[in-house]
Nanobody, 123 residues
Framework: QVQLVESGGGSVQAGGSLRLSCAASGGTFSSYAMGWLRQAPGKEREFVAVITWSGGNTYYADSVKGRFTVSRDDAKNTVYLEMNTLKPGDTAVYYC????????????????WGQGTQVTVSS
């Protein structure tokens, strides 16, 4: 059983930056693909970014490409999401998630989830 705990959320103005962290425990972190997904009020949970178990490949939603960067530090069992040039449309609860078998944009492919961290971007 893997436990995931996100941190780093907060309130920023448009154009600002935040760095989210997700600390994992209880499993072999380096064997999981790690994703970031988000959910805005009244909307479905959507894919943001994912990094493969090796860290060799990353994938992004078109809406964040060029602004967000996902990375991982297996020595610290932590995955990060660096968010730059934030927009009001990025406002959401951000979740990290772990997948044993897939590098996927689908929330259905993730086995473990964190509790989420709120990101609010004001104009």
């Amino acid at each position: 059983q893997v436990q995931l705990v996100e941190s780093g959320g907060g309130s920023v103005q448009a154009g600002g930056s935040l760095r989210l962290s997700c600390a994992a425990s209880g499993g072999t972190f380096s064997s999981y693909a790690m994703g970031w997904l988000r959910q805005a009020p009244g909307k479905e949970r959507e894919f943001v970014a994912v990094i493969t178990w090796s860290g060799g490949n990353t994938y992004y939603a078109d809406s964040v490409k060029g602004r967000f960067t996902v990375s991982r530090d297996d020595a610290k069992n932590t995955v990060y999401l660096e968010m730059n040039t934030l927009k009001p449309g990025d406002t959401a609860v951000y979740y990290c998630a772990a997948s044993r078998s897939y590098t996927s944009s689908s929330p259905l492919r993730y086995d473990y989830w964190g509790q989420g961290t709120q990101v609010t971007v004001s104009s």
